[in-house]
């Protein structure tokens, strides 16, 4: 690995190391065994460290073990701070004085020729003079010429990116290129509703797919309606309001680190393109495809590509995706083949109609609502339906959910009821062990080579470039800082430079990374009144495209499109009208085995997020009751696409979890009451969080599917044993039922402790489904 920078070139080790983080049990003995050489597990501690994101490694001691995960606290706020990942690329800071320049240049002519931004540049007084000045501090200890003048080829090359990365916009008059930049037209809107707007994006971030362009916008868009400077808001940080408003479970939010590939993939299926998969798996060969869709799997955390091979649909999990390369163009007009049904396996399933089974029933049949099911007989008792799978075994963790009302009476092959029965049964014996009819598969270890070096192909990132990049981002908001007249000193320049974002100022600073710290004091001009910027003309905002099609998203998805405020949704219309969507239509599908809880009407989530905004109530009428409640957080579940409601009760003082597809029409109270709900919230989370502590048996990979099945909470090891590990995940009161579904589903590999009260309804659960068994 180099070592003369922390910064990234690429992410592909990053995402690998990411990953295995992700996976469960990573330790720096068990990362070779997911292709990361003890090396590179050091190497990428180290960096994150220098980028203040170490403290989102979670280095836990279970028992003699040192596990290492991530915190998960951050997603569930909505604050995925895997998309910074992206901001660390790894760029010289003359390039930055370059591209300012280019930027202020061509927004102060409107438009011109590559001649023209060559002259203007040259013939500035004060820009070639600032560049020869910082290289002279750079190169001190060599002996390195200095430029006389600022190249033309330079400046061609750097150009020739910025308009890939979608910041130029190049058009061809009369055989000659010329170059302007792409405005979205947000300058016209009101402060209000670029503060909606801002909710808008936020909320979709966590939502979309391609996440991390709203990340960057979110911040651009921030630096519009804060009023501060860059040094307020590292003195003294003031989140928005609505950071504090939103949660979200099931968005998989670790689909962040695999975005590169996405991107990869959604150009090639807008352009009719093959394309060449390596895995991370290196004994996997190669293997090229026509790309089709892509699904995402919520409750797994997983997204799929779907595509031709040789005539045949095939899946491909993005995960196990090293890299991507495009390859030629393939006829669109070819009809894409039916996928086979290959229904491997026939189970025969009892619902047995117990007491409260209505509710569980429609959960039932809406989850496996894309798999063929034949209702075979009804009787008072029960219902017996047949469904047909590919692969039974993977089902059955989910099918334990719904304890005890089913039961597999009957199954093709038949080890899979013989694993379900016998699993059932086992969660009764006092010691944990496999049973009998599970066989243990072996997970081989990847070949290994040499830690790779971050080596590129050559190619412009939409995500991980020069204008995302941190360091570049952070002159510019120096730059539009004092543009606005704030009153910097040299001394605030270097307070900046040593708490910016994603930098912890005490970290070790490699041997190229310290000349960003030089830069900004070249970058102004000292006059009598104080510093002046070296680039006036630098533009309030630039977008790249990769933001622009995040925002054409936005406004093309009902999910969200109604919290845009109309004035900038025309605005943005109009202005995106030829700017494509990151996906063609029709090539993504939520693939999640999970109730379906997308609204049919947007009006309640309107009026929620109107009194949340205004500090007011919301009252709706049920069997002649009226509740009133003062919004505190709406919840969005990837899984379901539903939304739900955390209200503080006024009558009685507590709170209560409302999905908002149940509720009546709602009414928006005229009155703001003066209560800090967020201070009444954090206070109810420490007094009312439980934590359930379970021991779990590594039965069937049971303790990696467990890791990946609690993603949306912090799980703590308090000590371990010999395949056994006993874990603690903290909850509130709503979050209760969901902790109960997960634990169902690892059935017999987990043992509960405490409280009683879950550990009772784990044992009558089972219980009582044993009871209901058939001859086995």
């Known amino acids: 690995m180099p070592s003369v920078t922390n910064y990234l070139k690429t992410v592909k080790n990053m995402r690998l190391f990411f990953r295995s983080l992700a996976m469960g049990l990573h330790t720096r003995n068990t990362a070779p065994k997911r292709g990361i050489k003890k090396s590179l597990h050091d190497d990428y501690l180290k960096r994150l460290a220098y980028f203040n994101m170490g403290s989102k490694i979670r280095d ?18 909505g604050h995925n701070y895997l998309a910074d990942v992206y901001a660390l690329y790894a760029m010289k800071p003359e390039t930055i004085i370059l591209i300012l320049a280019i930027i202020n240049t061509i ?6 020729t590559m001649t023209e931004l060559y002259e203007y540049i040259n013939d500035d007084p004060y820009i070639l003079p600032a560049y020869q000045s910082f290289l002279e501090e750079k190169h001190s200890d060599s002996n390195k010429m200095l430029p006389d003048i600022i ?41 209000h509703e670029l503060e909606q707007l801002n909710r808008a994006v936020f909320v979709y971030k966590n939502i979309s797919l391609f996440g991390t362009a709203g990340h960057t916008l979110l911040t651009k868009l921030q630096a519009l309606i804060t009023g501060t400077s860059l040094l307020d808001e590292l003195e003294q940080p003031a989140p928005s309001a609505y950071e504090s408003q939103y949660i979200f479970t099931y968005n998989n939010p670790l689909h962040v680190i695999d975005e590169t590939i996405l991107y990869t993939l959604a150009n090639a299926l807008h352009h009719h393109k093959m394309v060449e998969l390596s895995f991370c798996n290196k004994r996997r060969p190669k293997v090229t495809v026509r790309p089709v869709r892509i699904e995402s799997d919520y409750i797994g955390n997983r997204d799929y590509l779907i595509a031709v091979h040789q005539n045949t649909l095939v899946t491909y999990r993005i995960d196990a995706i090293s890299t991507i390369t495009i390859k030629g163009t393939f006829n669109s007009d070819t009809p894409i083949p039916t996928a086979k049904a290959r229904h ?38 029960y219902t ?26 009957e199954s093709t092959p038949e080890s899979i009821r013989t694993r379900f029965n016998d699993n059932l049964r086992y969660t009764q014996h006092e010691t944990v062990s496999e049973p009998s009819s599970y066989t243990k598969k072996a997970h081989p270890s990847w070949n290994l080579l040499s830690p790779e070096t971050d080596k590129t192909d050559g190619s412009t990132s939409l995500l991980l470039n020069e204008i995302t990049a941190v360091t570049c981002a952070t002159q510019y908001r120096i730059q539009r800082d004092l543009i606005n007249g704030v009153a910097y000193t040299l001394d605030d320049l270097r307070f900046i430079m040593n708490h910016r974002p994603l930098l912890d100022s005490y ?32 533009p309030t905002l630039v977008t790249t495209a990769a933001e622009r099609m995040f925002l054409k998203d936005l406004l093309s998805d009902d999910r969200i499109n109604w919290m845009v405020p109309h004035n900038a949704y ?56 009226t509740m009133t409640v003062l919004p505190c957080k709406m919840e969005y ?32 109270g005229t009155q703001p009451i003066d209560i800090d709900i967020d201070a009444i919230y954090r206070e109810y989370q420490e007094t009312n969080q439980q934590n359930v502590t379970f021991s779990v048996y590594d039965i069937n990979n049971a303790i990696d599917r467990c890791f990946n099945a609690f993603s949306n909470y912090d799980i703590v090891g308090t000590e371990t044993d010999t395949n056994e590990f006993t874990l603690s995940v903290a909850y509130l009161p709503f979050q209760e039922a969901d902790i109960l579904r997960i634990l169902l589903s690892l059935g017999a590999a987990v043992r509960v402790h405490k409280p009683q009260i879950i550990k009772e309804k784990l044992d009558n659960i089972y219980k009582q489904a044993i009871s209901l068994l058939g001859e086995s």
Request: charged share 20%; with cysteine.
């Open 107 to 112: 927004n102060k002519h409107t438009s011109c």
């Open 344 to 381: 491997n396996t026939i189970l025969h399933l009892r619902f047995h109609k117990l007491d409260g089974c209505e509710p569980v029933w429609t959960k039932f049949t809406d989850t496996f609502r894309h798999m063929p099911i034949n209702c075979e007989s009804s009787a008072p008792e």
């Open 507 to 538: 970290a070790p600073v490699e041997e190229n990374d310290q000349y960003e710290h030089a830069l900004p004091s070249y970058l102004v001009r000292p006059e009598a009144h104080g510093l002046e910027p070296l680039f006036p003309e630098l």
């Open 60 to 77: 836990t001691q279970i028992g003699r073990t040192r596990v290492h995960t991530i915190a998960k606290q951050d997603f569930y706020w």
């Open 637 to 668: 579940n990837g899984a379901t696409n539903g939304y739900a409601l955390i209200g503080y009760r006024l009558d009685d003082n507590t709170f209560g979890y409302y999905p908002l597809h149940t509720l009546p029409s709602i009414t928006v």
């Open 151 to 191: 190249e033309k080829q330079t400046l061609i090359r750097i150009m020739k990116k910025l308009v890939t990365i979608g910041v130029i916009d190049e058009i061809v008059q009369k055989n000659t290129h010329v170059y302007s930049l792409v405005s979205i037209g947000l300058e016209s809107c009101t402060m």
């Open 384 to 409: 017996d339906i047949c469904l047909h799978v590919q692969d039974g075994q993977i089902l059955l963790p989910l099918l334990r959910t719904f304890l005890p009302y089913i039961e597999i009476i």
């Open 570 to 625: 025309q605005i943005l219309a109009h202005a995106l009208y030829s700017a494509p969507t990151t996906l063609p239509p029709h090539t993504w599908r939520n693939r999640s085995l999970a109730i379906d809880e997308t609204p049919k009407s947007y009006e309640n989530h309107q009026r929620c997020t109107e009194a949340m905004m205004k500090g007011t109530s919301i009252s709706w009428t049920t069997a002649g009751t």
